[in-house]
Each structure stands twice: as C-alpha cells, then as structure tokens.
C-alpha cells in the first residue's frame, strides 16, 4: 500500500475510487488475515458505507488528507456498534453505544475504518500471546511475534492490510511492535491525544497513537486528528545539520543484542555525517524505571478494571452471592497475565507496601523527569534502541523477569510523558527499531529524526 500522499494523490486525481481502494483493502484482509489473526473484526458493510460518503466529499472538493483512507482501530478503542472487547474473555460480546473521541475524528474526516485489531489482553503484554482472540503473527515471519500490546494494529500496517492503525502505547505498546514489524510508529505527548472513549489500563500512562508507512505518514495522522495542519510534518526532509543527538549509555549496554545495537549505531553514524551533534549522557534513574513502571501501572490496572465485575460490565459470573459471582466472572474473564499485574498491583497497595513500593515509585517516576528535563536542557533528542531484540519466536517460552526488565528502552517515556517515534532499519534478516525521543510537544522534531533514520536505515 502507498503513502498516504501517494494514497490522497491517486484518490484526489481519480486515479482510483474510495469504493475500489475500499475493496480491495478488504480483499487483503481476507487474504492475509487468517494467517496473521491481525484483525477480531472486519467492518465490510459500514466500511463500503463510508467509502460512499466519502467519495462525496471528494467530489464536492471537501476532501481532507485522511478522506477516504482505509484505516483500522485497536481494540480496546470505542467503536460504536461493534464489539470492543479488548483482547479479553471478560468483554467478548462488549458493543459500546457511542465512538471513542479519535474514532470520531476519523469518521469526521471521511477516513474509512476496516476494522478492529487484534492486541494483548487489557493492553498488557509485549508480544500479543495474551489475546483471547488468539496470537498475531508477524507479517515478515509467521513463526514470530509481532510484539505488543498493539501487535494487530502493527500487523496490519506491516502486512499492508491498511494504510494505517490506531494504536495505544502505555509502555511501550506501539513502538515495540513497530520495531519488530519494520514500520514507522508513533506515541505522542502524554496527552495530545484525547483517550475519550479508550478503555483505561493506567491513566497517567496511556496515550493514543498511530502505526503507518512512514514517520510522514505518522506526521499527516497526527495533524489530522489533533487539528493543526502542517505543524507535525513541517521538518520533514529537512537536514539534521546542528541538532544536538543524545545518546543514552544505560540504553546502549547490558543485553541489547548485536544486531539492533549495530543498526541503531550505523543510524547514529549517519546522523553524524549529515553533520548532527552527538554526545554521550547518563540518566541514572534509569535502572529503576522498569520496577517503578510496574509498580505504578499494576496499582492503576487495579483500580481501572475493579469496573469488570460481571454486574455492571463483563462476563456474567456464577453463584449465589456476590462475592461468588464477582470472584467466578474474574476467574474465568481475565487471563493470566492479567491476574499476574492485578496481584502485582493489589501487592504494591497493601498496608506497608503503599509507602515500601507505590510511593517510591512514584518518586521515582520525578526523578526520571528531571534527569530527562536536564539531558533536554542542552539536546534536541534522544536516540537509544526502541528494544534489546528482534522479533522472537512465537513458542518461545515466557522469561517474565527478563520480559519486564527489557521494557527499560520503552517505559522512561511514559514515565516522563514524552513524545517518541520508532523508526524502522534492517537487522540482519529482521528488523529493529531506533527510538527518537524529544521533548514535550516537539513531535516535530522527533518526525523530523525518524524520518532521517528510516531513509538512511532502510536503504
């Protein structure tokens, strides 16, 4: 599938109807997803429908640059009259009566949606091997994960099921996965994004964002759906000359494997050569950020799906009382990941632990911010690797300490709220991801970066 450039051009110039692009994205879809388990649902008649509608404000000259583009939607994003169930046994027949607020958006542009994507349940977890709905494949090798929790909405994309997907990111959840399918993926500003309508796993956490094409393409989404034209993609293409590139040392050590240092070095490389500024800094905290994550995500995770209790939401439970039927929905409605973080959670705030565990974290959480806020003080980004490895194999059994040790390249960003982008270079066979990380609300830069990267890194 072309750039969304490419895609409004051939739309624009009528080179091609909403109706028969629609088509034959669905097409794809039925191609490509059973293999790839990508995608939960597929919206074939609204889809069509929208196509139409579309192509309306296209004739009428009313086109946007998301008019008539085939996109798709995580699932624990609202849709309205289509099941969001979010991964999970606990919401399996869910269907919302209203659209989450980017979904909204979409609609309100003319983008088509195809339909909902395929994720971890509850958005917890960093291969997409904890879905109710089954394991996603990676379009580049079926016999790998895709990475997680938006391994759906990075299949898609990668596998060009659609020109791009909606995605949330609370640890990492989008550029992860954007690394290990080799596309552009991006997680904006803790809260540029509106979540209205996003089912909560850790509110000070999640953010909504995007996988597509190319980091331009993650440009042009972001504008269109926050509503400022040309601000996001006004840098791309331009030379990287001056801007001042820091490197994490406590990001580039320890297991990263050789392949995706090797890429995420010859990037850096690059960078230099096009006459950027690169020097090496330290952010201590950093080896604390992994175990403050948890601790503080599990505690919210605990409190946001205390809501699933087979009364008001979720599956119904069995039993005489309440508490009988509260605990069968739970036992039966959620995995076991799931459980693992709830307990994790419901540990950290018990007696004493709220002090020994939640409220260290917490002061760790500013500790991070503020050694981020002095490295920005004297750089315009940061680059380190988007994960210690490639793509790993589906029956790979689970080492859950090194699991949630790894997440050290993604969760700071969370932790601090910053705007980062992952940009796709080969490794070996496979690929890796560089993270471009800038500061609060500067995605244009942070773009701007990315783009330089995949071009060099992809070459």
């Known amino acids: 599938m072309n750039t969304l450039k490419q895609l409004r051009r051939s739309l624009d110039e009528r080179q091609i109807s909403v109706k ?9 879809i039925k191609e490509q997803n059973p293999s790839l388990n990508a995608f939960v649902a597929v919206t074939e008649e609204e889809a069509l ?6 192509q309306k404000l296209i004739d009428s000259g009313e086109a946007s640059a998301l008019t008539g583009i085939p996109c798709a939607v995580k699932d624990n994003i609202c849709t309205a009259g289509v099941k969001t169930a979010n991964g999970s046994k606990m919401l399996e027949n869910f269907v919302p009566f209203y659209d989450a607020q980017v979904v909204r958006d979409l609609k309100s542009q003319g ?15 960093n291969s997409n091997r904890t879905s109710y709905f089954g394991n996603v494949r990676n379009p580049h090798d079926v016999n790998r994960v895709p990475g997680g929790s938006s391994g759906g909405s990075a299949a898609a ?3 060009q099921m659609c020109a791009f997907t909606l995605g949330t990111d609370t640890g990492g959840s989008i550029r992860q996965p954007a690394a290990h399918c080799g596309i552009s993926g991006l997680k904006p500003t803790y809260g540029r994004i509106s979540r209205y309508g996003v089912t909560e796993f850790a509110g000070s956490f999640d953010t909504v964002g995007h996988f597509a094409k190319s980091a331009e393409d993650c440009g042009i989404i972001l504008e269109s759906l926050v509503g400022k034209t040309g601000e996001f993609t006004a840098k791309i293409g331009q030379s990287v000359k001056g801007l001042k590139i820091a490197l994490v040392k406590e990001l580039l050590t320890g297991e990263v494997e050789d392949d995706v240092r090797t890429a995420v070095m010859n990037a850096v490389t690059l960078l230099q050569k096009e006459g950027a500024v690169v020097s090496e800094v330290s ?3 950093l080896i604390y950020a992994a175990p403050a994550y948890f601790c503080l995500a599990s505690a919210e995770g605990v409190s946001a799906l ?3 209790d087979g009364v008001k939401y979720g599956l119904k439970g069995e039993g005489v009382t309440y508490d009988e039927q509260l605990r069968d929905s739970r036992t039966r409605g959620f995995g076991d990941e799931v459980k693992r973080r709830l307990m994790l959670g419901n540990f950290v705030l018990s007696g004493d632990n709220m002090n020994e565990y939640y409220r260290k974290s917490r002061a760790v959480r500013q500790g991070i911010v503020r050694e981020f806020d002095s490295v920005f003080a004297d750089c315009d980004v940061i680059i380190s690797p988007t994960s210690m ?9 689970s080492d859950y300490v090194k699991i949630y040790k790894s997440t050290i390249y993604t969760v700071p960003m969370n932790l ?7 940009a796709p270079v080969a490794a070996g066979s496979l690929f890796a991801g560089v993270s471009v990380t800038g500061k609060k609300f500067d995605e244009s830069t942070v773009l701007q970066v990315a783009d330089f990267v995949e071009k060099g890194g992809l070459s």
């Open 157 to 159: 994309v990668a596998a």
């Open 49 to 54: 429908q929208n196509a139409d509608s579309a």
């Open 283 to 285: 952010v201590p905290s």
């Open 306 to 308: 205390s809501r699933f």
């Open 20 to 28: 028969e692009l629609t088509v034959e994205t669905l097409n794809r």
């Open 389 to 397: 490895r490639t793509a790993f194999m589906l029956d790979e059994l």
């Open 416 to 422: 601090a709220g910053l705007p980062c982008a992952s």
């Open 111 to 125: 983008a088509v949606i195809v339909g909902k994507t395929n994720m971890d349940e509850f958005a917890m977890g």
